[in-house]
């Protein structure tokens, strides 16, 4: 079991109320809690589906399947300088589950090369983390610096390509650059989805699951 089967069954959720969809929810988190304390599973995923609060959270989290999530990479003109920044930024996305604001605020510092991995402190919740530097999110970081990135002294990974570059801004959720690409890809934008580079629902997949979860 792995966390696309997860992601599969909470789809079919999403015609429900928020009190079925919560209590169901509970009720598979208890399950998938036993299997792991068992050794039926591997992982703990129990601890990664989000609760759904009956007061703010008003909808089940959208998602993305594994094609749709190909597809919008494949969108993205890895031979264009410009869209270099956002074919890497999309893939951390995918790949590690990091959030928009983490990924705007990431720094040179945060990449440990000699460890493989990603340390950073959460801008949500104040909490650091360690995430895989994956082989194909490392070489397409590689060919956005030596390739795309602006040649100026900032510590941030990520700049603007128009003068004067710096940081992206925090007001920026690339709600507009997820879009451009979907369009590109062909696929449907709509108001029941958000395109926005948020992880949502289950907050870190095993790194052999290449699925996107978008948004919360």
């Not at 869209?83 to 995918?94: C, F, I, T």
């Not at 720094?107 to 090369?113: A, G, I, Q, V």
Request: a positive charge; hydrophobic letters at 40%.
């Amino acid at each position: 079991m792995e966390a696309a089967h997860i992601l599969g069954y909470i789809s079919t959720l999403q015609e429900y109320s928020k009190v079925t969809i919560k209590h169901t929810l509970g009720v598979v988190r208890l399950f998938l809690r036993y299997l792991y304390r068992n050794e039926y599973i591997p992982h703990d995923l129990s601890a990664k589906i989000e609760r759904v609060n009956q007061t703010e959270h008003r909808k089940l989290p959208s998602f993305w399947t594994k094609e749709e999530v190909f597809a919008l990479l494949n969108a993205i003109d890895r031979n264009n300088p410009n869209e270099k920044r956002d074919y890497a930024m999309v893939l951390m996305v995918a790949r590690l589950g990091i959030r928009s604001i983490d990924l705007k605020k990431l720094k040179f510092e945060n990449l440990k090369w000699s460890s493989n991995t990603i340390e950073l402190v959460q801008s949500k919740t104040g909490v650091p983390i360690s995430l895989p530097l994956l082989r194909d999110v490392g070489w397409a970081i590689i060919d956005y610096v030596e390739n795309s990135r602006p040649q100026v002294d900032s510590p941030y990974l990520f700049l603007t390509h128009l003068a004067p570059y710096g940081p992206l801004s925090e007001r920026n959720h690339l709600y507009k650059t997820i879009e451009k690409y979907m369009a590109r890809a062909r696929l449907p934008i709509v108001q029941k989805r958000r395109n926005g580079c948020i992880p949502c629902g289950i907050r870190w997949l095993p790194h052999s699951c290449k699925i996107m979860l978008p948004c919360i």
